[in-house]
């Protein structure tokens, strides 16, 4: 089983929808984090959370929110969905107890916004 | 404005060879980096960090090299591998800006390795 699992793996929506992308964890981590993939820009930093009550807005965040549910859960909404939010959205998480540690991602979720 | 960059979008060595990817940094308080591999359909998997005390670690056939006064860092591997054909992210944080768990990518380069 992967370590960290997102859910869903693809969704096709239409604009003005909301949506919300799952993120669980069986790591152990305290530390989870919301990047979007676009073709040809790398990963950006949508928001990020170093324990559940510490919710932290990463470089693009605007036209999304997050909640973390418990130490395991982490996820991303879009309160109305518009067709520059398709992307590939990964989850990832890293060990907050020791500096400099390497941070883990799951498999994606491909979103198509008509 | 770009704080990590990698200016290859794309790589094509020979099976055996050695591939070199190379990754420049603009933000002097980078204290900390790393590379990811990503295969389709797959999220990006930690390959090999260097610290910014080090200019060089190593791990198998991966060896990342860092030089700080050009602001500067290169993954290289040896030999390459077909298996080795992925996108290789380059990412950096700053300790003093975030800590190290806020990191910044490169675009990416797609190494193919032919067999």
């Known amino acids: 089983d992967a370590d960290v699992t997102q859910t869903p793996r693809n969704r096709i929506t239409k604009t003005g929808k909301r949506i919300m992308l799952e993120c669980s964890q069986t790591k152990g981590h305290d530390r989870m984090y919301w990047y979007r993939q676009d073709p040809g820009l790398g990963l950006r930093l949508i928001y990020y959370s170093f324990d559940v009550k510490d919710i932290n807005k990463g470089e693009i965040s605007d036209g999304y929110s997050v909640s973390r549910q418990a130490q395991a859960k982490f996820s991303l909404s879009l309160e109305s969905a518009i067709p520059n939010q398709t992307a590939l959205y990964f989850c990832?998480?890293?060990?907050?107890?020791?500096?400099?540690?390497?941070?883990?991602f799951g498999d994606g979720t491909r979103l198509s916004i008509l | 404005d770009q704080q990590v960059k990698q200016n290859s979008p794309s790589l094509s060595v020979q099976e055996g060879r050695i591939s070199i990817l190379n990754c420049d940094y603009t933000n002097s308080m980078f204290d900390y980096f790393l590379w990811y591999k990503k295969y389709p359909a797959e999220g990006p998997t930690f390959l090999i960090s260097?610290?910014?005390?080090?200019d060089k670690n190593e791990d198998g056939r991966f060896t990342v090299f860092l030089n700080k006064s050009a602001k500067h860092l290169s993954l290289h591997i040896v030999p390459s591998q077909p298996g080795d054909s992925a996108v290789y992210f380059c990412?950096?944080?700053?300790?003093?800006?975030?800590?190290?768990?806020?990191?910044?990518f490169g675009k990416g380069t797609k190494l193919t390795v032919n067999p």
């Open positions: 990412a950096a944080s700053a300790q003093a800006q975030g800590g190290s768990e806020k990191l910044v």
């Open positions: 260097i610290s910014s005390i080090k």
């Open positions: 990832a998480t890293s060990d907050g107890l020791y500096s400099n540690q390497p941070q883990h």
